[in-house]
């Protein structure tokens, strides 16, 4: 069920599938704070959903081109010029992280918004169309593999993560929380930061009787563990992290409980109507 | 040497030489045989087979798992054109285009001719692409970066001026409906800032709106543009597919010549696809179109295009098959993929454990591997050409079978490529929606291909303009790949505009073997052109509305693309208007309209029987919708085949349980499609 981003498959999800069990829905754990900002597209309270699970969690990080002249967050920091990130549109880590960067941390990112996808924004990394840009880690490990590797101007250079990974490009990376001083910028950006933990999440529509959502996070808890899915994924360049639905509903909690401050510094992720 | 050794080591690899070369060459096989009937069959994709082929390899050797991928992957684009031109019904995506000529020859009893057309012109597109592959992967890199956003927006706007030379004649119908085609591209989340245009939220409400967010699909208006106006066509005649028979000309060996004949065109398309193909984010949709219009512009005859003519169907069927081979370049060479294709295919590599890039071209390493990619595509494409060879003059009698009994089937495939697009009801309609647009356009002589070369185009364009702007300000405007680009625009309008010139100053060439078949014009009367061009002058005026009072106060810079294009479409759609308002009062009382050819009481029986069969695909899709695909198959085919078709209760009943066999075991309980319950089982809490 593809469309709007996986909205269609929520609004699905919530609205018309039958919550007998059977029907589970994937979507992007965006639309929760999505709510929490008061979007006025997200028409369902993502509290009521009932949360199976999810396989993993996102780390998102920054990189930049060695063509910039820049090696780290310091030096980009220091250098206080424009630089230019590629992004795919708004709603995703290319568009909102170098954003909540440029708030929270005086950056003077410029996102450069309409790439198709990531293959696209690598492609004008390398033709230095743009400098740089914001996504997963474990999607940078995998797709830039080539650029990672490289030399000269063509070196992609990871200069600030999410979370500790122990791949050697970002073991010693700063941290977003450990670089954001203010209280109230890591209160927003620990907002934004709360749908990176549980990612690709499966659901259940409202009503799904308790047991059977039950029985459904004990099969994903057990499948997440089974050794040959495990296997699986690693020959896949997949990483798995399982997350419980009971650990999800409480990031839901926290999420919608956004504080006011958070909610205006956050408000910029969403279009709204001009007065 | 070493590269000859890889390349001879490649080709050894998928060969049944080796106990290897078996594994591998049975996968291929195996490859083939889905591939075979994913581009046959309109509602699967070529794309989401793939994915659904990925989780088969973990437990093959690298080879065995590409040579079964791209074993299926490259013979698609072959067998859709079967379809297409068969049934006037694109089996892909990327074979839209062969419909145009194709399926017209069809008509003329010419199938044979241009299936032998299509799949020799598709063999010379796919050895073409895998050279090209073999080729251009050391020169990949600078190939591909030296087009930047820029030089993209720049070609995109190459591509549109190709509307000029599809207008069949009449340049302002021919851009208006370009225009058309752009503008339906901007329906949806705009790529910027992600503000909803013209999802009509307020006239049909949030479901049907959020639908729209996603935007227009390419499959869904393809398939409402051709088919719907073929099927009403096939009913309205009351014949088979084809009006004359299967002939001499018929044969396929005609349209193999035909290939050699226009050798060069087929070269160049076969150039021009891989070009397009290697284009991050452009692929064989693009590839095709561009083809087609290079293929009418560079023709000393234009007026023999959409009417059946050879070039028509050997250049996109080049085109979309050499694409395959130009698109697996940049992931081949430095790991990017550039279509939704080879993003799956990318996944097959980390399965593998196979880093794309520079190791693809190390002979100490991967080159062997890389090597075999291009023999799979030939190899594939040749033992898929010479399969349908055996069969093809078999095959294409199926278009001597009266139409009655092709029409029930013919509605199944439209529904399940239009539902499988997205799987979505929603797309269904979009399919009866582009239908009627499709039929009214036929029957005001406004070409459809402009429209899509649009639609095609649209978000290209959009995308690649604001991306320049962004990132270099103007000064995109000096760079010498856009100059240059800016020229050959300026190059081909001039080109084109005296060729227009030219061709009215000439009395219209006799061509043989290419009279159009006669129309029979239901809407004769001359009131009804002006009315049609009075809608498109409405629907822009509303579009203009909305941008202005809707999309503009939401943000500005999503506004301005609908604004740059609605302005001058709205005075073409008032230029046209004119037009007709004004031949309509020129034309003398009782003088025949233009292509009315039908004397009044067969014009009668012609309406009713438009009228029939618009009424029977409307109640097809309300069947489907109401009781489900499952149960609307075989009820509506029955319904169809007894009371509309007038056949016997026991063929009937046959053919309905054939078309609910077919559908059932491939689309539902081999691929479980989730295809949604009847909405009035649902209300009648019948599966509660």
């Keep these: 069920m593809t469309g709007a981003g996986?909205?269609?498959?929520?609004?699905?999800?919530?609205?018309?599938?039958?919550?007998?069990?059977?029907?589970?829905?994937?979507?992007?754990?965006?639309f929760v704070l999505r709510q929490a900002l008061g979007d006025k597209a997200i028409r369902f309270d993502t509290r009521n959903f009932g949360w199976i699970g999810a396989p993993t969690k996102a780390t998102p990080s920054c990189?930049?081109?060695?063509?910039?002249?820049?090696?780290?967050?310091?030096?980009?920091?220091?250098?206080?010029?424009?630089?230019?990130?590629?992004?795919?549109?708004?709603?995703?880590?290319?568009?909102?992280?170098?954003?909540?960067?440029?708030?929270?941390?005086?950056?003077?990112?410029?996102?450069?918004?309409g790439y198709e996808g990531t293959s696209t924004i690598l492609v004008a990394m390398r033709r230095k169309e743009v400098d740089g840009a914001c996504w997963g880690w474990e999607s940078v490990r995998a797709t830039a593999r080539p650029m990672l590797d490289a030399q000269g101007d063509d070196k992609l250079i990871p200069f600030l993560i999410h979370r500790r990974e122990p791949d050697l490009e970002v073991k010693d990376l700063p941290l977003v929380t450990d670089v954001i001083k203010s209280a109230d910028h890591l209160s927003a950006y620990k907002t934004w930061g709360g749908t990176q933990e549980f990612q690709r999440p499966f659901t259940v529509p409202p009503g799904t009787p308790k047991e059977r959502l039950e029985l459904l996070r004990k099969g994903f808890a057990a499948a997440m563990k089974d050794p040959e899915f495990i296997a699986e994924a690693e020959k896949s360049k997949l990483e798995t992290t399982y997350v419980s639905g009971e650990e999800i509903e409480k990031y839901v909690g926290d999420i919608i409980a956004i504080t006011p401050k958070a909610k205006e510094l956050l408000s910029f992720l969403m279009t709204q109507p001009k007065k | 040497m070493e590269y000859i050794d890889a390349f001879y080591g490649g080709l050894i690899k998928i060969l049944p030489f080796t106990s290897q070369g078996q594994q591998a060459f049975f996968f291929m096989l195996v490859g083939i045989f889905i591939g075979f009937w994913v581009g046959i069959l309109p509602g699967l994709g070529g794309a989401a087979t793939l994915a659904l082929m990925l989780p088969f390899i973990?437990?093959?050797?690298?080879?065995?798992?590409?040579?079964?991928?791209?074993?299926?992957?490259?013979?698609?684009?072959?067998?859709?054109?079967?379809?297409?031109?068969?049934?006037?019904?694109?089996?892909?995506?990327?074979?839209?285009?062969?419909?145009?000529?194709?399926?017209?020859?069809?008509?003329?009893?010419?199938?044979?001719?241009?299936?032998?057309?299509?799949?020799?012109?598709?063999?010379?597109?796919?050895?073409?692409?895998?050279?090209?592959?073999?080729?251009?992967?050391?020169?990949?890199?600078?190939?591909?970066?030296?087009?930047?956003?820029?030089?993209?927006?720049?070609?995109?706007?190459?591509g549109i001026t190709f509307v000029g030379s599809l207008s069949g004649g009449n340049i302002v119908k021919g851009l208006m409906a370009g225009g058309l085609g752009l503008m339906i591209s901007t329906i949806g989340l705009d790529p910027i800032r992600g503000v909803p245009r013209f999802t009509f939220e307020g006239i049909l409400g949030q479901g049907p709106s959020i639908f729209l967010w996603d935007g227009i699909d390419l499959v869904a208006v393809t398939i409402g543009l051709f088919a719907i106006p073929e099927i009403i066509d096939l009913a309205v005649k009351g014949t088979s597919i084809a009006r004359e028979k299967v002939g001499k000309l018929g044969g396929l060996m005609e349209g193999v010549k035909d290939t050699f004949r226009h050798w060069w065109l087929v070269l160049k398309c076969s150039a021009l696809g891989a070009y397009v193909g290697i284009l991050p984010g452009v692929g064989g949709g693009t590839a095709q179109w561009v083809a087609y219009a290079y293929a009418v512009q560079s023709s000393p005859n234009r007026e023999r295009f959409g009417k059946g003519a050879v070039e028509g169907v050997l250049g996109p069927g080049a085109a979309n098959n050499s694409a395959r081979g130009g698109d697996l370049v940049t992931t081949v060479a430095f790991g990017i993929p550039s279509s939704v294709s080879t993003a799956i295919l990318f996944g097959a590599f980390l399965i593998q454990g196979i880093v794309p890039g520079p190791d693809m071209l190390n002979p100490a390493k991967h080159l062997t591997l890389t090597f075999s990619f291009v023999w799979i595509i030939i190899v594939a494409n040749i033992i898929t050409v010479a399969v349908c060879f055996l069969f093809l003059n078999q095959l294409a009698k199926i278009t001597n079978i009266r139409g009655s009994l092709l029409i029930p089937f013919l509605l199944l495939l439209i529904y399940l490529g239009g539902f499988t697009a997205k799987n979505a009801l929603g797309d269904m309609i979009m399919v009866l929606i582009f239908g009627a647009l499709g039929w009214l356009m036929v029957q005001f002589d406004w070409q459809r291909p402009p429209l899509l070369v649009g639609l095609v185009l649209g978000t290209i364009t959009e995308r690649n303009f604001w991306i320049s702007t962004r990132a270099y300000g103007a000064g995109w405007l000096l760079h010498p790949g856009v100059l240059i680009i800016a020229a050959l625009i300026i190059v081909a309008i001039v080109y084109s505009v005296r060729q227009l010139l030219r061709e009215k100053n000439q009395q219209p060439a006799t061509v043989p073997g290419l009279a159009t078949e006669p129309q029979i014009t239901m809407l004769?009367?001359?009131?009804?052109?002006?009315?049609?061009?009075?809608?498109?002058?409405?629907?822009?005026?509303?579009?203009?509305?909305?941008?202005?009072?809707?999309?503009?106060?939401?943000?500005?810079?999503?506004?301005?693309?609908?604004?740059?294009?609605?302005?001058?479409?709205?005075?073409?759609?008032?230029?046209?208007?004119?037009?007709?308002?004004?031949?309509?009062?020129?034309?003398?009382?009782?003088?025949?309209?233009?292509?009315?050819?039908?004397?009044?009481?067969?014009?009668?029986?012609?309406?009713?029987?438009?009228?029939?069969?618009?009424?029977?695909?409307?109640?097809?899709?309300?069947?489907?919708?109401?009781?489900?695909?499952?149960?609307?198959?075989?009820?509506?085919?029955?319904?169809?085949?007894?009371?509309?078709?007038?056949?016997?209760?026991?063929?009937?009943?046959?053919?309905?349980?054939?078309?609910?066999?077919?559908?059932?075991?491939?689309?539902?309980?081999?691929?479980?499609?989730?295809?949604?319950?009847?909405?009035?089982?649902?209300?009648?809490?019948?599966?509660?």
């Design chain 1, 63 to 113: 990189s930049i081109m060695a063509h910039t002249g820049l090696k780290s967050l310091k030096d980009i920091l220091a250098a206080n010029r424009e630089l230019k990130m590629g992004s795919i549109g708004p709603g995703t880590t290319y568009d909102d992280l170098p954003q909540l960067l440029n708030l929270t941390l005086g950056t003077r990112f410029k996102v450069i918004s």
């Design chain 2, 58 to 158: 973990y437990k093959m050797d690298p080879t065995s798992a590409f040579a079964f991928l791209l074993g299926s992957n490259s013979v698609t684009a072959t067998t859709g054109d079967i379809t297409s031109i068969l049934f006037g019904v694109p089996g892909e995506g990327t074979t839209a285009s062969t419909i145009v000529d194709g399926h017209p020859m069809a008509k003329k009893g010419e199938a044979g001719r241009a299936l032998g057309a299509a799949l020799m012109s598709s063999l010379v597109g796919a050895i073409f692409g895998a050279f090209v592959l073999a080729l251009a992967i050391p020169i990949a890199s600078p190939l591909v970066l030296s087009i930047g956003s820029p030089e993209f927006f720049m070609l995109a706007l190459l």
């Design chain 1, 6 to 30: 996986s909205l269609i498959a929520a609004n699905y999800t919530y609205y018309s599938a039958k919550p007998d069990g059977l029907f589970v829905g994937i979507w992007i754990s965006g």
């Design chain 2, 524 to 688: 004769s009367s001359p009131v009804y052109r002006p009315l049609f061009a009075l809608f498109f002058v409405a629907l822009f005026v509303y579009v203009l509305r909305e941008t202005f009072y809707e999309i503009r106060p939401m943000e500005e810079r999503a506004a301005l693309f609908p604004t740059v294009l609605g302005i001058p479409c709205l005075a073409l759609a008032l230029f046209v208007f004119g037009q007709e308002l004004f031949n309509t009062l020129r034309s003398a009382p009782g003088r025949p309209n233009p292509g009315e050819t039908a004397s009044s009481p067969e014009r009668t029986v012609a309406r009713r029987r438009v009228v029939s069969i618009a009424a029977w695909t409307l109640g097809f899709f309300l069947a489907i919708w109401l009781l489900g695909f499952v149960v609307a198959v075989p009820l509506a085919s029955f319904l169809y085949f007894r009371f509309a078709g007038g056949e016997k209760w026991s063929i009937s009943i046959l053919l309905s349980v054939m078309a609910w066999v077919v559908f059932y075991g491939l689309f539902d309980y081999l691929l479980h499609l989730p295809f949604p319950e009847g909405a009035l089982l649902v209300w009648l809490n019948l599966f509660g």
